[in-house]
C-alpha cells in the first residue's frame, strides 16, 4: 500500500512564468499541447493526477488545464528503505544506536550485492522498531571494511551495544538472515 508523501496544488499553465513553460516544453518528453492553456508533464511511474471533485485518477501523465489540478505523489513499495552510513556517520547510526543494527557491506560492481538488496529491504520493513538497517560502500568506505576484516562481499553484520554480534558471509537466503537477527533481538 502506497502513501501520499505529499500534495501540490498545480495553477493553470496561463499562470505558470514563462521560463517554467519553456524548459518544460524543451523537455523531450513534453511538449505543448496544441489546445490552449493545456501542458503536458514529465511522465512519471510514481505519480498520479487527481482533478478537484473527482475521485478518478490517472497515472503517468499530468495535464495541466482550465481546471486545477492536485499532483499526488505516492511511495512506491521499491521505494529503498536501507540508508547508507560513511565514516563520518558509523559512530552516531551503528555503534551508538539503541536498537540492533544489521549492516551490509557492499559496492556497486558486486553481483551477489545486487541481488541481496531486495533482501535486506524487506528486513528493514519487517523489523522496523525492532532493527535499524544500513549499508556500507566499501569503496567508499574502505577504512570501516578493514576495521572489521571485510575481505569478501556482501557482508552482512549485525552489531547490537556498539559490539559486533555476528557475521554472515555472501549473498545467504532470508531465513538465514533472519535466524541471525532473532538471536539479538
Known sequence: MAAVLQIITVPRASALPASTISRLTSS?????SARR???????????????????AS?????????RRCRVVC??????VQVLPVTDATWQSL???????VLVEFWAPWCGPCRMIHP?????????????????????ESPSIATKYGIRS?????VFKSG???????????KSTLCTSIEKFL
Open 28 to 32: 523531450p518528453v513534453s511538449r505543448l
Open 37 to 55: 492553456n493545456a501542458l503536458n508533464l514529465p511522465e512519471s511511474r510514481g505519480l498520479k493526477i487527481q482533478s478537484f471533485g473527482s475521485s
Open 58 to 66: 490517472v497515472s503517468l501523465k499530468a495535464k495541466i488545464s482550465r
Open 74 to 79: 505516492e511511495a512506491q513499495e521499491t521505494a
Open 94 to 100: 551503528v555503534l551508538e544506536s539503541d536498537l540492533p
Open 119 to 139: 533482501v535486506i529491504d524487506e528486513l528493514a520493513k519487517e523489523y522496523t522498531g525492532k532493527l535499524t538497517c544500513y549499508k556500507v560502500n566499501t569503496d
Open 153 to 157: 562481499i556482501p557482508t552482512i553484520m
Open 163 to 173: 559490539e559486533k554480534k555476528d557475521a554472515i558471509i555472501g549473498a545467504v537466503p
